[in-house]
């Protein structure tokens, strides 16, 4: 459960990989909400540091993210620390700014890596964002926004077209989020917090997956210290090939950026039957024949 509080404190982290959208967009939050003292502070100091506002009687921070999209994996955990660190206890909305006619499948693992590393679902506390002009159409920037609690808003936010009507409402779908979040805040994992480990049991036979599954788990969520994510692959064989894709890509998206860790095909304790070999021969042309590298049969 996400940390909780005060329901009037907006702090919120903006989440992208065009910098410079990111920073109209945080100028567009802070325009014309700036306490006198921010603004006597140069435009450029201003925008490289936290962004604090009046917004109907509450103290917003804004904190935009540097170069998140374009960082190694292994960098991506201190920015986002650094960013965190910025806006204490953590943010309490993300602001997920997204352009359709520039936002990769490999973007889009990026961006499930960093929402990733919260303890909580971060997409419980997320809105997205995209330009208004920008009319592509993306399936992957479609799925985040259904996926958002917020659901998704279309702003003009380049330098001096923005309106205060847009404003407003991105102002009212914030404290809306919040509100329905109880004021709740998202905490990073620790570094030493095991990823989840993601099975799936793949075979012909549902009664024997659902008697594995139940014998893997033992009626809890983990196993040895680490929580365990169990998926069932519907039997392949026999699907024509689009509808066999479309199950590999519906249990790739429930696994997030770790991936499948390990396939668990169930047999029955008799001797395959010629079906049973049909069948893991479709799991190795719908995931290719490296499969067999992360394959264990299993006898329930």
Known sequence: MAASAPPSE????????????????SYFLGRGKRTPLQKTLSSKVWRQASVCGESGGNAPTVVKTEELFGLPEGEIRRELERCVGLCPPGPSVLLLLLL????????????????????????????????????????????????????????????????????????????????????????????????????????????????????????????????VHLLELPALYGKPQRATRSESVSLFSKCGPEGVHAFLLVLPLDRPCKEDRKELEAVRETFGSSVDGFTMVLFP
Do not use: Y
Not at 10 to 25: A, E, F, P, V
Not at 184 to 207: F, I, M, S, W, Y
């Open 100 to 227: 359709p006619s520039d936002f990769t499948q490999e973007d889009r693992q990026k961006l499930e890596l960093v929402l990733g590393l919260f303890r909580e679902d971060a997409l419980e506390q997320a809105l997205v964002i995209t330009p208004q002009g920008d009319l592509r159409w993306n399936s992957s920037v479609e799925k985040l926004a259904r996926a958002c609690r917020g659901g998704r808003l279309r702003v003009d936010f380049e330098e001096n077209q923005c309106s205060e009507d847009q404003l407003q409402e991105l102002w009212k779908q914030m404290e809306i989020l919040l509100k329905h979040n109880q004021g709740r805040h998202l905490t990073l994992k620790e570094g030493g917090d095991p990823q989840p480990l993601n099975l799936v049991l793949c075979g012909r036979h549902a009664a024997l997956k659902s008697s594995a599954a139940s014998a893997i788990l033992r009626g809890q969520r983990g196993a040895a210290g680490r929580q």
């Open 10 to 25: 907006l702090r919120i982290l903006i989440l992208g990989k065009n910098n410079q959208q990111i920073s109209n967009l």
